[in-house]
């Protein structure tokens, strides 16, 4: 066990499978760990439940987490679903994380971290001032009954990008009128042919985007079409030629599926109509329903009325009012730490096959800000590539560069 990290106080904020590794990970340096989240622990992945995850068991584990749990929990090769993966893993290993000593605390979110005694713009460790180094980091915490402080010496900022919606309008924008039609817009992937079936076996939905989760919508759309549902379905995607990258002999056997699914459903498919080429111009109100104005390439626009539902599929970003008082330097297009940012744009940059990434080093980790850490999906700010594997990894560095 590592002596550089014993009686060092950390926070990890987020309980999804990364921010439980990190405590796992720190806890096994020696470190004292305090994880906090905002609602109970795997939450945002509870969320989308009823999706099967492209990567195996294999694949969606931490090193340490299995450590602790001594096996995986499930045959290596099989792809969970996010509900069984909660579970299955991330709830047990909460359980066997709080036998060793770590303090999870559930229904707590953090609002904003800073440091006890200083302020954004003092102390640049550029010009040689190492006072930040020293000054204790101070985080507000709302819940579980009522606000404090907590106070940590190294933070890790695992809140992923769930809770943080793009917005459906044209340039990334809240479209006009998109506020106002909140009621008819589902901002998270619903459980199509589950929970969710009567919102959508009838009337005129819409789906709005063109990654993976758009295309998971899609495809529980028409399954339920084929099972018997009566929506008459609509797909916005801003690609005048969209198509579904595939890639020769794919292991992710779930993505390579889905992408030549939604291959053929891009050549014509009964009951979807195509908008490609196409953003949201405004929405509108009348009659129950709502009315999506739409400009193609050309600028010229065309109506989308009567819609009963729209998915918005438009991605995710990162919450950074969280850690707005420290010195964190930030990608002006991704809105990921910035090392990590141009060392990933230098490698390509979004696109292609996620799987074929390779780790840029612990270095890029770093920030202006001392001991404070973005890690997981929330370490790529509105990518969309990041892997639950990749995360790890960025854990175990991050503990070596803290001493452990
Ligand atoms: C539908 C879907 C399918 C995916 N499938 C795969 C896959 O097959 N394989 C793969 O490798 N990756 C997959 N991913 C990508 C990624 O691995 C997941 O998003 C994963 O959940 C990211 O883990 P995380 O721990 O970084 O963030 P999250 O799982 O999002 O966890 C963040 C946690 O932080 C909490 N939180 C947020 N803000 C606060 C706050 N202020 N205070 C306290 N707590 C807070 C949240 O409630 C949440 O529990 C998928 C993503 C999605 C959306």
């Known amino acids: 066990m590592s002596e550089g990290l014993r009686g060092r106080r950390v926070a990890v904020i987020g309980a999804g499978p990364v921010g439980l590794e990190a405590a796992a990970r720190f806890a096994e340096a020696g470190a004292s760990v305090t994880l906090l989240e905002q609602g109970l622990v795997g939450e945002a992945v509870a969320a989308w439940g009823h999706v099967r995850l492209f990567s195996p068991w294999k694949m969606n584990c931490g090193p340490s987490g299995l450590r602790l749990l001594g096996a995986l929990p499930a045959e290596a090769e099989a792809f969970p679903t996010g509900a ?25 979110q953090v609002v904003a971290v800073g440091r006890q005694t200083l302020l954004k713009g003092e102390a640049i460790g550029a010009v040689g001032d190492r006072r930040r180094e020293q000054a204790i980091f101070r985080l507000i915490v709302d819940g579980p009954a009522t606000e404090r402080v907590l106070t940590a010496d190294i933070v890790i900022d695992a809140t992923g990008t769930w809770s943080q919606p793009n917005w459906l309008g044209r340039g ?23 929970a969710a079936r009567k919102r959508f076996d009838f009337g005129r939905v819409a789906v709005v985007g063109g990654g993976y989760s758009a295309a998971t919508a899609i495809a529980a759309l028409v399954e339920l079409r084929a099972a018997g549902g009566a929506a008459e379905l609509h797909w916005v995607l801003r690609d005048p030629s969209p198509s579904y990258a595939r890639f020769e002999d794919d292991p992710l056997t779930g993505r390579d599926a889905l992408s030549a699914r939604m ?60 850690c707005r008082e420290l010195q964190v330097h930030l990608c002006y297009a991704s809105e990921g730490p910035m090392k990590l940012a141009a060392a990933m744009l230098a490698a390509g940059g979004a696109g292609g096959d996620c799987l ?26 509105r990518g969309s590539a990041f892997l639950l594997g990749m995360g790890y990894e960025q854990v175990e560095q991050v503990v070596g560069l803290c001493g452990g």
């Open 84 to 108: 069984a993966f909660v579970a299955d893993y991330l709830h047990p290993l909460a359980a066997a994380l709080r036998l060793r000593g770590v303090e999870i605390v559930e229904k707590s």
């Open 172 to 194: 990334g924008l809240p479209a006009p009128g998109e506020r106002l039609a909140a009621a008819f817009l589902t901002r998270h992937l619903p459980d199509v042919v589950g």
């Open 263 to 322: 291959n053929e459903v891009l050549r014509g498919e009964a009951g979807v109509t195509i908008h490609a080429g196409c953003e949201v111009e405004a929405l509108s109100i009348s009659a129950q329903r709502v009315n999506l104005s739409l400009t193609d390439g050309a600028g010229a626009e065309h109506l989308l009325p009567g819609c009963s539902e729209v998915i918005c599929a438009t991605g995710y970003r990162p919450d950074l009012e969280l």
């Open 356 to 381: 074929a990434q390779e780790s840029p080093g612990a270095e890029v980790l770093r920030s202006p800000e001392p001991n404070f850490f973005v890690v997981g999906a929330k370490s790529y700010g």
